[in-house]
């Protein structure tokens, strides 16, 4: 089955210690997204790459960064991580630039500690 | 300028009875509207959704919404409730026209007792 697929689904790094997470998709979908999500609270966009045009939200910490190599992967790098960095990580991915007319595909997303 | 209010943080039912969670939406264009579920540690699974065509949706798990243009609301409904059903329900929203991310309601927790 074409999926969205994310590793680690747990991580766990040290205040201040760099921490990649990863995203790989099936779908063959030019856009990929990633989205913080703290506890009770609704997903925020951090960024997304349109094919390799990467799209960064206005309120996006300077601490977080993205890669994307490829087609089928995207990494989400946090440089130093503080306490408040702590959430679930969730990838989406759309066929085509964000617009409702394009539905995004989530992945079962990585929830991130710092200790 | 799109923006989205899930109307209750968290909505309790039984087993078995009908389920209503409530969403009104604002947009400057035609909108698009999501319904996605979320369990506990998991990602989102989109239940619904409204692009255009018909006003009565139905989607997965015996879910279903209503687009009303005239209320600027788009509630989820299910008929009658199942235990697996307990969750959290975002209320989506995007424009159909143009470049346009997705806007998220706050969410709403649905507890279901037996």
């Known amino acids: 089955d074409a999926m969205v697929i994310q590793n680690p689904r747990y991580q766990v790094t040290q205040f201040g210690k760099p921490v990649t997470l990863s995203c790989s998709q099936t779908l063959n979908h030019n856009v990929m997204y990633w989205y913080q999500q703290k506890s009770s609270q609704a997903p925020k966009l951090l960024f997304h790459y349109y094919d390799k045009d990467f799209n960064n939200e206005a309120d996006t910490p300077d601490n977080f960064q993205s890669r994307r190599p490829n087609t089928s992967f995207c990494f989400l790098d946090i440089r130093s991580p503080g306490l408040g960095d702590a959430a679930m990580y969730l990838c989406?991915?759309?066929?085509?630039?964000?617009?409702?007319?394009?539905?995004?595909?989530f992945g079962p997303g990585t929830r991130l500690t710092v200790l | 300028a799109q923006s989205v209010t899930q109307l209750d943080s968290h909505v309790s039912v039984s087993e078995g009875t009908p389920v209503l969670l409530r969403c009104n939406y604002s947009s400057s264009y035609s909108p698009s509207l999501f319904w996605y579920v979320q369990h506990p540690n998991k990602g989102l699974q989109l239940l619904l959704k409204y692009t255009s065509a018909a006003t009565l949706v139905k989607g997965i798990n015996g879910f279903e919404a209503e687009f009303k243009k005239s209320e600027t609301s788009f509630h989820l409904t299910k008929p009658s409730a199942h235990m697996s059903d307990a969750a959290e329900y975002f209320c989506?929203?995007?424009?159909?026209?143009?470049?346009?991310?997705?806007?998220f309601g706050k969410g709403t927790m649905l507890l279901v007792s037996p």
């Open positions: 989406a991915t759309s066929r085509d630039r964000p617009s409702g007319n394009n539905e995004q595909f």
């Open positions: 989506v929203v995007s424009d159909r026209s143009g470049y346009s991310t997705l806007t």
